[in-house]
């Protein structure tokens, strides 16, 4: 597999060799192959979002509210959940999760509804409109992915998404109440 070329990066972000060559001069102590790992990591990931970010766009949809059809897709038929529980998959505040859950009633993705059952719960349940809009961002996303591994044999694919997945399991092991928040940063 060939380097990535000067073309992969910004001109106003440095190559990885150029930040990990600037990292190595200024912190000794830096082991370059894990730094170009974490690195290429988190380059990767920010690309990846943004690209994810233009596809949902052209649907109408944001990436936050992809993240909603995501989870309720995810938790299986009957494709409901309290908001409470979408906010905590989700590392949201119940304020931001109920704004969340309000624009996305009014563009018919999910309805939410009083639980007969227990008149306090409400379920915020998928529509399908929602679902549609989810089915094809999986389609578009597929195709980016595809082309993302086409480098890769079907045996290097899986041994990347072992060493990933390995990880991400480190990482989850380390940070257990981390759930992807990022307001104990703020």
Same mark, same amino acid.
């Given at each position: 597999?060939?380097?990535?070329?000067?073309?992969?990066?910004?001109?106003?972000?440095?190559?990885?060799? @150029?930040?990990?060559?600037?990292?190595?001069?200024?912190?000794?102590?830096?082991?370059?192959?894990? @730094?170009?790992?974490?690195?290429?990591?988190?380059?990767?990931?920010?690309?990846? =979002? !943004?690209?994810?970010?233009?596809?949902?766009?052209?649907?109408?949809?944001?990436?936050? @509210? &992809?993240?909603?059809?995501?989870?309720?897709? !995810?938790?299986?038929?009957?494709?409901?959940?309290?908001?409470? @529980?979408?906010?905590?998959?989700?590392?949201?505040?119940?304020?931001?999760?109920?704004?969340?859950?309000?624009?996305?009633?009014?563009?018919?993705?999910?309805?939410?509804?009083?639980?007969?059952? =227990?008149?306090?719960?409400?379920?915020?349940?998928?529509?399908?409109?929602?679902?549609?809009? &989810?089915?094809?961002?999986?389609?578009?996303?597929?195709?980016?992915?595809?082309?993302?591994?086409?480098?890769?044999? =079907?045996?290097?694919?899986?041994?990347?998404?072992?060493?990933?997945?390995?990880?991400?399991?480190?990482?989850?092991?380390?940070?257990?109440?981390?759930?992807?928040?990022? =307001?104990?940063?703020?």
């Amino acid at each position: 597999m060939s380097e990535p070329s000067d073309a992969a990066h910004s001109p106003a972000e440095p190559s990885l060799e @150029e930040q990990i060559a600037a990292y190595q001069r200024e912190f000794q102590g830096l082991d370059p192959q894990v @730094e170009q790992v974490v690195s290429a990591l988190q380059r990767l990931n920010r690309r990846m =979002n !943004v690209a994810y970010g233009r596809q949902t766009a052209t649907l109408n949809m944001s990436n936050a @509210e &992809w993240e909603v059809l995501k989870a309720l897709v !995810v938790a299986g038929a009957p494709y409901q959940m309290g908001p409470g @529980e979408l906010a905590k998959r989700l590392g949201l505040t119940p304020a931001a999760m109920t704004h969340r859950i309000d624009r996305m009633a009014s563009e018919g993705l999910v309805t939410r509804e009083r639980d007969e059952a =227990n008149r306090v719960r409400v379920i915020v349940e998928l529509t399908q409109e929602g679902r549609e809009k &989810w089915v094809e961002a999986m389609r578009m996303a597929s195709v980016f992915e595809e082309d993302l591994l086409q480098d890769l044999s =079907n045996e290097e694919r899986g041994q990347l998404g072992e060493m990933l997945t390995r990880l991400l399991c480190r990482v989850e092991d380390a940070q257990p109440d981390a759930d992807g928040r990022l =307001n104990d940063l703020d």
